[in-house]
């Protein structure tokens, strides 16, 4: 089963924008870090962007100035708002929740595909 849902993946065409959401369970305590990384086809998984409990955001290189994270702590959800995408931003995108208090556990999602083509 699941601990992480993600949802909002799809097709679309370069320079469009979709919007990824992130539920978890909210049984999840003392979580550190929210973010999202995607993984390409023939590549390694990378980092896309965090969000700490403290609220600081940072953000791959690749993707400043056009991605946005988000939560929402009531819901229990994180988002990952994309603009401008580009072909290059094709690729899995997966959810990942890290919690702990002396030990750091890290819980991810099934992963969402986004596909930018024209």
């Known amino acids: 089963q699941a601990q992480l849902v993600e949802s909002g993946g799809g097709l679309v065409q370069p320079g469009g924008s979709l919007r990824l959401s992130c539920a978890h369970s909210?049984?999840?305590?003392?979580?550190?870090?929210m973010g999202w990384y995607r993984q390409a086809q023939g590549k390694q998984r990378e980092l896309v962007a965090v969000?700490?409990?403290?609220?600081?955001?940072n953000y791959a290189d690749s993707v400043k100035g056009r991605f946005t994270i988000s939560r929402d702590i009531a819901k229990n959800t994180v988002y990952l708002e994309m603009n401008s995408l580009k072909p290059e931003d094709t690729a899995v995108y997966y959810c990942n929740v890290r919690a702990g208090l002396a030990e750091t556990w890290d819980y991810w999602g099934q992963g969402t595909q986004v596909t930018v083509s024209s």
């Open positions: 969000i700490t409990s403290s609220g600081n955001r």
């Open positions: 909210g049984s999840i305590f003392s979580i550190k870090v």
